[in-house]
């Protein structure tokens, strides 16, 4: 009994810890385009394309995001082709806001850095 419980349990925190993984994956990604720049020009040269990059990848969420509002709101989700564009725009909206969110972090910690004046070794 302990043994199926043990199984529903590590089942029910796989998305979590997906969830989790994605965080770290986009926000190591996002630090690695910003960190490029060894003095504070060339920081601030990467910043501004992470934000530029930010900027694209929170226009992708918004279109998906109007896209799964009209899905839903027409009820369009009554064939099963339409189910999987459903499902489509929630995982693009999903795995493009782990990159929007980590790009935003990481811009936000380039930026104080920059802003107290260090430059890299």
Sequence with gaps: MTEHIGKFAALLHAPIKLHRKLS???????????????????AVFWIVGASVAAFGAAIVVASKLGDLAGIVTLQRWQSSTQLLELGMAITVIYLVGHVFVGLVRAVREEARWVRR?????
């Design 117 to 121: 004046g260090g430059d890299r070794p």
């Design 24 to 42: 770290t994956t986009s926000l190591k990604i996002a630090r690695f385009i910003t960190r490029t720049g060894k003095s504070r020009g060339e």
